[in-house]
T-cell receptor
Framework: GAVVSQHPSRVICKSGTSVKIECRSL??????MFWYRQFPKQSLMLMAT?????????EQGVEKDKFLINHASLTLSTLTVASAHPEDSSFYIC???????????FGQGTRLTVV | AQKVTQAQTEISVVEKEDVTLDCVYE???????LFWYKQPPSGELVFLIR??????QNEISGRYSWNFQKSTSSFNFTITASQVVDSAVYFC???????????FGKGTLLTVNP
């Protein structure tokens, strides 16, 4: 079964509103989680590394004021898309692993559509 | 810098054919890890295999097999006797560097026709 759960799987929102996506590790503690964005028919692009108890580390070109990441506990990281616009429409997917050099487990992904 | 190249963008085969998905990687690190993931139309990534840089043994798991060759920096994936359910996007990924981030290839869309 899934070891990383992501919610919601699909969301449609109006332009200008904020959307929160949750990523939970179900049977292990994850001090680090990762957030990716995937455009249609393209690869996964790492957006940021979510660190429990500290600030997230963002990849170059990712707006940290738009993509707010909170990793409040060892099993939960949230990504909030602030003031979403149509260009933010995409597939967002999180991952967590049990430690360095181990395989990453991915959530089910969230398809965000901003209208 | 890390880089993963999956030169095959799309592959189409007929059921029961064997198919090989290519993956070439670049890294300066001597310790690294290679992965294959499957992404079906539902979107979730499914882990298939993890291989560390010190283990060049080929691996077979049912209809799946992997050929890791450090000399050519390749980690190819073969599906034997393909089935329609194998249709998906397959990603090769590299885990290396001090921050150990996953670097993905662009993926190969495999379509298995009945």
């Amino acid at each position: 079964g899934a070891v990383v759960s992501q919610h919601p799987s699909r969301v449609i929102c109006k332009s200008g509103t904020s959307v929160k996506i949750e990523c939970r590790s179900l049977d292990f503690q994850a001090t680090t989680m990762f957030w990716y964005r995937q455009f249609p028919k393209q690869s996964l692009m790492l957006m940021a590394t979510s660190n429990e108890g500290s600030k997230a580390t963002y990849e170059q070109g990712v707006e940290k004021d738009k993509f707010l990441i909170n990793h409040a506990s060892l099993t939960l990281s949230t990504l909030t898309v602030a003031s979403a616009h149509p260009e933010d429409s995409s597939f967002y997917i999180c991952s967590a692993d049990r430690g360095p050099n181990t395989e990453a487990f991915f959530g089910q992904g969230t398809r965000l559509t901003v209208v | 810098a890390q880089k993963v190249t999956q030169a095959q963008t799309e592959i189409s085969v007929v059921e029961k054919e064997d198919v090989t998905l290519d993956c070439v990687y670049e890294t300066r690190d001597t310790t690294y890890y290679l992965f294959w993931y499957k992404q079906p139309p539902s979107g979730e990534l499914v882990f298939l295999i993890r291989r560390n840089s010190f283990d060049e043994q080929n691996e077979i798991s049912g209809r799946y097999s992997w050929n890791f060759q450090k000399s050519t920096s390749s980690f190819n994936f073969t599906i034997t006797a393909s089935q329609v359910v194998d249709s998906a996007v397959y990603f090769c990924a590299l885990y290396a560097g001090s921050n150990y981030k996953l670097t993905f290839g662009k993926g190969t869309l495999l379509t298995v026709n009945p």
